[in-house]
């Protein structure tokens, strides 16, 4: 089967920054896209950021234009989420999201891992 982790998250001051890495790991073949959406309190999950396979063509939430970086490393089956001048609503659970082509299925699933808190405040 097929295992995503995130870590990274944590307490933020507004203006700071984290970066947030998550890894897949178990019988892959290959990987597609890689995501990473939010959700918090109260809130419906949104989608934050994407990322081809390739790297070249990626996607943002308009609320995090210029501040979030999304990349990938095909090599360690990884995503990052690196968000730099942190505000407190991006306070959320972090959810990272790959689509993946493993050795007993016949075509490419989603799969999402378990999240990790992103806490913004002073």
């Known amino acids: 089967q097929v295992q995503l982790v995130e870590s990274g998250g944590g307490l933020a001051q507004p203006g700071g920054s984290l970066r947030l890495s998550c890894t897949a790991s178990?019988?892959?073949?290959?990987?597609?896209?890689m995501g990473w959406y939010r959700q918090a309190p109260g809130k419906e999950r949104e989608l934050v950021a994407s990322?081809?396979?390739?790297?070249?063509?990626?996607k943002y939430a308009d609320s995090v234009k210029g501040r979030f970086t999304i990349s990938r490393d095909n090599a360690k089956n990884t995503v990052y989420l690196q968000m730099n001048s942190l505000k407190p609503k991006d306070t959320a659970v972090y959810y990272c999201?790959?689509?993946?082509?493993?050795?007993?299925?016949?075509?490419?699933?989603?799969?999402w891992g378990k999240g990790t808190l992103v806490t913004v405040s002073s």
């Open positions: 999201t790959m689509t993946i082509l493993t050795i007993i299925a016949r075509y490419h699933m989603d799969y």
């Open positions: 178990g019988s892959i073949l290959s990987i597609n896209a």
């Open positions: 990322i081809t396979s390739g790297g070249s063509n990626t």
